[in-house]
């Protein structure tokens, strides 16, 4: 579990790349170097399919690694799992289970069996899944079954923190408890990584930034302003993805040049 102040924390990814050799389609990720110290909070762009997902599953150890490495304080990832909490972003949890059921689960295997109990109560609170602890996951919406991923990730305070689009679905008092979350792992001392698409989140929360795009990934400036960091995000995403030059329907405009003919 993370312990308060505790910036001795060192992620590390040397030369990191996978290599997805399926001919039309073959992907390369990497070559990704990463250096992070306690009190990071670490926002990952880019274009869908630009190797966020594939990234992080290395980085948690449930994906291996073409070439290079991952190590936290310079020990393996693979021997550090129980330090790390992931929302991967699509939250397969099983639709038969309870919230309650998963995180007294995950509880039982992330933190100490003494505190566990407490764990996973405190976490299912925290994310105010306690008016539907007790229902299948099945009968859950897209924003609940969110929170329920977002109780496992962090209930066992993690020292590294990696989410993958974690605002997707969740509303307005949602989104407000994790900026408060991350905005305290920071000053905590914990490393935390998330992917958005949504540059004001990445702008307020972030104090480092990675971009990707065709698995290649570069570092960006990140000044204090938050509005010049948005600024830069949204630059970045029109250089590999920019908006079509017309309307889809010319009815949308009077001069609007029609897309296709």
């Known amino acids: 579990m993370m312990q308060e102040n505790n910036f001795k924390l060192h992620l590390n990814t040397t030369a990191l790349e996978k290599t997805f050799p399926d001919g039309a389609s073959a992907f390369k990720l990497g070559p990704i170097d990463l250096d992070l110290e306690g009190g990071t909070c670490l926002a990952v762009s880019g274009p869908n399919g630009s190797g966020k997902s594939t ?6 150890g449930n994906m291996a690694a073409s070439s290079g490495t991952v190590t936290l304080s310079g020990h393996p990832i693979a021997e550090s799992r129980k330090s790390c909490g992931y929302l991967p972003q699509h939250n397969l949890l099983p639709m038969w289970a309870t919230p309650d059921e998963l995180c007294r689960y995950s509880a039982g295997m992330l933190a100490p069996e003494e505190r566990a109990h407490n764990a996973a109560g405190n976490a299912l609170a925290y994310w105010d899944c306690q008016d539907f602890a007790q229902r299948p996951i099945g009968m859950l919406s897209m924003g609940m079954r ?11 305070d ?23 979350e991350i905005q305290r792992r920071k000053a905590a001392g914990g490393i935390t990584i998330f992917a958005t698409h949504i540059a004001s989140f990445a702008a307020e929360l972030a104090n480092s930034s990675f ?8 570092t960006i400036s990140w000044p204090e302003s938050k509005t010049t960091r948005e600024e830069i995000l949204e630059r970045k995403f029109a250089e590999v993805a920019p908006p079509p030059s017309a309307f ?11 897309v296709t003919k």
Not at 55 to 60: D, N, S, V, Y
Not at 161 to 179: Q, S, V
Not at 212 to 217: E, K, Q
């Open 146 to 156: 969110k929170r329920v991923g977002l109780a496992i990730a962090t209930l066992h």
């Open 55 to 60: 990234l992080f599953q290395i980085m948690t």
């Open 248 to 258: 889809l329907h010319s009815r949308n405009a009077r001069n609007a040049r029609q």
């Open 158 to 180: 993690p020292d590294i923190l990696i989410l993958d689009e974690p605002f997707e679905a969740l509303d307005l008092g949602h989104i407000a408890a994790l900026r408060q």
């Open 211 to 218: 971009f990707l795009h065709n698995g290649h990934g570069s």
